[in-house]
T-cell receptor, first 113, second 114 residues
Framework: EAQVTQNPRYLITVTGKKLTVTCSQN?????MSWYRQDPGLGLRQIYY???????DKGDVPEGYKVSRKEKRNFPLILESPSPNQTSLYFC????????????FGSGTQLSVL | GQQLNQSPQSMFIQEGEDVSMNCTSS?????WLWYKQDPGEGPVLLIA?????ELTSNGRLTAQFGITRKDSFLNISASIPSDVGIYFC??????????????FGTGTRLQVFP
């Protein structure tokens, strides 16, 4: 089954404790992206990747890092999480340039205390 | 970064009613997309539009690409309880040598009561 898998689904952590949210897709998509969803603000792009070893900032990249060492994986790293990073995070992938038809994961609800 | 304005922000309707929502932008787009997010899940693509004035249906859903290319509309006919969720519009600009990223709207939350 074609899917984007994120882990974990829920995460509660404390300020400053490094964390990684994993994302994997099994569709051989070149384009992958991370979004955060906040009430009233919709989906905002954090980082995206056009291919292996090619990543670029989205609209809200501050406080986040990503890597794309393999085509299928695109982890999101928070080196020193802060409470304003409490949000619902989605990973997405697409075979189209710049992700026109995105496939989304089920989301990771992060709470930073 | 730019965001698209969706209206209304939320809707509470009775089962069987028709629903209309729209998405507006200050910029021109040449692709409009509509996604639906079920509770507890990620968004799923419903309809894609590629030409100004285009009208496309997917079951009880109909979406239109506005003639000005600055807006798009989604209609749901005869709503049912499983229509509950958040509906997102998204726009994209494509040029000959460059494709811009997808920009999402702020979302319309739909509640359907039996």
């Amino acid at each position: 089954e074609a899917q984007v898998t994120q882990n974990p689904r829920y995460l509660i952590t404390v300020t400053g404790k490094k964390l990684t949210v994993t994302c994997s897709q099994n569709m051989n998509h070149e384009y992958m992206s991370w979004y955060r969803q906040d009430p009233g603000l919709g989906l905002r792009q954090i980082y995206y990747s056009m291919n292996v070893e090619v990543t670029d900032k989205g609209d809200v990249p501050e406080g986040y890092k990503v890597s794309r060492k393999e085509k299928r994986n695109f982890p999101l790293i928070l080196e020193s999480p802060s409470p304003n990073q409490t949000s619902l995070y989605f990973c997405a992938s697409s075979h189209r340039v710049k992700g026109e038809k995105l496939f989304f994961g089920s989301g990771t609800q992060l709470s930073v205390l | 970064g730019q965001q698209l304005n969706q209206s209304p922000q939320s809707m509470f309707i009775q089962e069987g009613e028709d629903v209309s929502m729209n998405c507006t932008s200050s910029s021109i787009f040449n692709t409009w997309l509509w996604y639906k997010q079920d509770p507890g899940e990620g968004p799923v693509l419903l309809i894609a539009l590629y030409k100004a004035g285009e009208l496309t249906s997917n079951g009880r859903l109909t979406a239109q690409f506005g003639i000005t290319r600055k807006d798009s509309f989604l209609n749901i006919s005869a709503s049912i309880p499983s229509d509950v969720g958040i509906y997102f519009c998204a726009g994209q600009r494509r040029f000959i040598l460059f494709t811009d990223k997808l920009i999402f709207g702020t979302g319309t939350r739909l509640q359907v009561f039996p």
